[in-house]
């Protein structure tokens, strides 16, 4: 057992491992404002890696519909009651004690399930629990159902903003790539390790021998057992991608599947480099970098449960706060407040959102006219149609978008019915 | 003595009445260990040992051992303990060595669903008998200090009963509708089985893995999958056969007639999820695998056995006879 480092929590806390960080980790940004629930990125990692016997349950990627949908159903919230439950009213965090570097949003007060399960004593690695078959049956079951503010279904209030009081919002989930994962802690055959090169986290397939731990104990339970090979499987980050062994990639890191499929476009994916420490290295033109430590406007999910989730995310605008705050930790009034008014750099780099499917390494911004000012909420707001490339690892030119969409107008007389 | 409040002739016969049960146990065949320097005897079997009939009369030329269980609670993940005791019987022929497993379980536990285990039973040896005698807890780190376990799960059993692998898709789920499985016969998507990981492959020809390990987390197929057996579960009890030839490559534990080794035992009830530590568990044993002849060390049980319990008893009951007319008729202590 070992103190390691979580600069998400702003705090040390115990893992089975000492520290030990890979040099680049995987890792995204999923902007939840943006997503249509299309299932497109569910499809796209389904039909390249769990079509086969005894994969049918799997959905290594899938789209939920908070507040009542989960895959598994209920997953956080059943691990949200486990964790009350061993520190009754506990889970708070300091928002003060901030750093911008070890402790972007504040301290965390309460337990990770790695002390919980310390706490609990009941000899495991971290709190967690294995879902029933029947929690594995409907990818989507409550789909659509809004949370209303009156708790009468039938009788919506009306929308009033900035929060509506019926709401609702599709979260995209895929393995994490923690940076503590606890399946890797969970797996008493050390079956599962992290790769130095890229962070992702995998389970070796000749080692496992389908003791389940690992579902049991991950929190996002994206490790699921395949009855037919009597193993468990998970996301592999598409690694063959990652490593720019896809013939599509021209030897450069390409995104995943999910994250290149996606209709919209939500996703954005890379690597960041890693200090010894595992906070991630100042690298100021990285599209991920600002997005996460520059602007602050992509939030872990479920940061408490302590095992440094690598997939970020831009918190929806129109949820309440308390559910959002107990979702993404307390940095999301900050979050929201910078996407609903962005930086002109800001407003630059999310055109890079699904702009190409090859994974950008550095971006430049090439400034441009101003648009128009518009006012929001008794501020105004430029905005400017500035120029954003991104480069690939090699420092090639992979794609240059304006924050403009180009128009273009046809003559009318040239064609017939305007065709 | 007095505190017991026991007459003389009470104390000279509770000794006698040790020694007369001791006897009945070693008639029964049944030594009852504890914790302390249990032993279990592999006698020569006289005659073949029957590899298919577990019930055969063979087994009852072994002493049998009841061997206390435990629940794992050294290393996570911890648990087990839910079976008390498992019957250990071991028999050799000069050849393999035979190893009998029996214990109650109500239930008959396949690898089925997501949230099912199977029932299981293994047992351990030093991988260098007589050296070294490693932690019974997966061996330790040095490599002559390493453990070979022979693991028998009850869903490989089921495969061979079913000469497919009976956890299938259409086992679980008989009326799931799926339209298409593409590349179905391509062994890439079947990616455990396609690196040749021992717990996927569906043609099993035993139902037992043998595997090795030095210290928790490092448990491995060994090269060789020479250990064989069959299980069967009969009114709420498993009796599992493990047999092994004695005589073994470099690195793996040769035995022979006339030596002792150690064995410890564990035992898996699926229905209590019990998978990998979460196991009933015993510590080493002694096992001590006798001389072929008779009388050499070893319990083959046979007329001469029959004549020298005969001579025991009648000389025991005869000593007991003076021990309890010296206590009456000698005049009692001022």
Redesign the interface.
């Known amino acids: 057992m070992a103190d390691v480092f979580n600069w998400q929590l702003g705090r040390k806390m115990r893992y089975r491992f000492p520290e030990a960080h890979p040099e680049w980790q995987f890792a995204a940004v999923f902007n939840i404002n943006r997503c249509i629930a299309c299932q497109t990125c569910s499809m796209a990692c389904k039909s390249t890696w769990t ?4 994969q ?2 799997m959905w290594w990627n899938n789209v939920e519909t908070k507040p009542y949908g989960g895959y598994p159903h209920q997953w956080d919230v059943h691990l949200l009651q486990m964790l009350e439950q061993v520190n009754p009213g506990g889970q708070t965090w300091d928002a003060a004690n901030k750093d911008a570097k070890t402790a972007p949003y504040g301290t965390y007060q309460g337990m990770t399930i790695f002390e919980a399960a310390a706490k609990q004593n ?4 971290a709190l967690g629990y ?4 029947e929690d ?1 049956t409907a990818p989507n079951l409550y789909e659509d159902t809004a949370r209303n503010g009156t708790g009468d279904l039938r009788r919506p209030k009306p929308v009033s903003l900035p929060e509506h009081e019926t709401w609702f919002f599709y979260l995209q989930r895929i393995c994490n790539h923690c940076t503590y994962p606890a399946c890797l802690a ?1 797996c ?3 079956a599962i390790y992290k790769r130095h090169e890229d962070g992702i986290v995998l389970i070796d ?9 690992c ?1 049991e104990e991950c929190p996002y339970k994206k490790p ?8 468990s ?1 998970k996301c592999i980050a598409c690694y063959p991608r990652i490593e720019g062994a896809d013939p599509l990639s021209d030897g450069v890191p390409m995104e995943t599947r999910c994250m290149s499929a996606c209709v919209g476009k939500i996703r954005l994916q890379g690597l960041a480099r890693l200090n010894s420490d595992g906070t991630w290295a100042e690298d100021r033109s990285n599209p991920l970098y600002f997005l996460v430590h520059v602007e602050r406007v992509a939030l872990p999910l479920y940061p408490q449960f302590g095992t440094g989730p690598n997939v970020y995310y831009i918190p929806p605008r129109w949820v309440p706060r308390p559910y959002l705050r107990q979702m993404f930790g307390p940095g999301v009034d900050d979050a929201i407040a910078r996407y609903e008014l962005p930086s002109r750099e800001l407003t630059a780099v999310l055109q890079l959102f699904r702009a190409t499917r090859t994974v950008i390494f550095r971006y430049e911004i090439q400034e441009g006219p101003k648009v128009r000012d518009v006012t929001v909420g008794g501020k105004t707001w430029s905005l400017y149609n500035d120029t954003v490339v991104g480069f690939d690892k090699r420092g090639r030119e992979a794609v240059r978008i304006t924050v403009m969409e180009p128009f273009y107008e046809r003559p009318s007389d040239r064609y017939i019915n305007s065709v | 003595m007095k505190r017991l409040g026991l007459t003389r002739g009470r104390r000279a016969a509770l000794p006698l009445g040790l020694l007369v049960a001791a006897v009945l146990l070693a008639v029964a065949g049944v030594n009852p260990v504890r914790s302390q320097n249990p032993l279990l005897v592999a006698p020569a079997a006289s005659g073949k040992v029957s590899t298919t009939n577990l019930y055969s009369s063979v087994w009852d030329q072994a002493p049998s051992v009841d061997v206390t269980l435990s629940m794992q609670n050294v290393t996570n993940p911890m648990g087990g303990g839910e079976v008390a005791t498992v019957r250990a019987r071991a028999l050799h022929d000069g050849k393999r060595l035979y190893i009998l497993l029996e214990w109650g379980d109500s239930t008959r536990d396949l690898t089925l669903g997501l949230t099912q285990y199977g029932d299981a039973a293994a047992v351990e040896f030093p991988r260098t008998p007589g050296k070294t005698v490693p932690s019974f807890c997966m061996g330790d780190v040095a490599p002559d200090r390493g453990v070979n376990i022979w693991q028998w799960r009850a869903v490989w059993q089921e495969d061979i009963a079913t000469k497919q692998a009976s956890a299938s898709i259409q086992a679980l789920h008989p009326d799931m509708q799926v339209d298409l499985y593409p590349f179905r016969n391509d062994p890439v998507y079947m990616t455990a089985r396609d690196v040749n990981n021992l717990v996927s492959i569906p043609a099993r020809t035993t139902p037992i893995d043998n595997l090795v390990a030095n210290q928790f987390g490092t448990l491995t197929d060994a090269p060789q999958q020479d250990v064989h057996g069959l299980g069967e579960w009969r009114d709420g009890r498993w009796r599992v056969l493990l047999y092994r030839d004695m005589t073994q490559p470099a690195g793996m534990p040769s035995l022979s007639p006339g030596t002792t080794t150690n064995v410890a035992l564990a035992v898996w009830d699926g229905a209590r999820g019990n998978r990998d530590g979460m196991k009933s568990v015993s510590s080493f044993l002694d096992l001590q695998i006798a001389a072929r002849t008779a009388g050499g060390g070893g319990l083959h049980w046979g007329a001469g056995q029959t004549l020298a319990l005969l001579i025991g008893m009648f000389g025991a009951a005869t000593v007991g006879l003076f021990v309890l007319i010296y206590a009456v008729v000698r005049p009692p202590e001022r």
Request: aromatic residues 14%.
């Open positions: 079509f086969s016997e005894g049918e349950y009941a000899g495991q690695e294995l879902p029933k078959d594995w969970a008493p055959r050390n397939q000749s080692r496992c021998r389908g003791y389940r731990k579902a699921m057992f395949r009855t037919t090979t009597r193993v499987e």
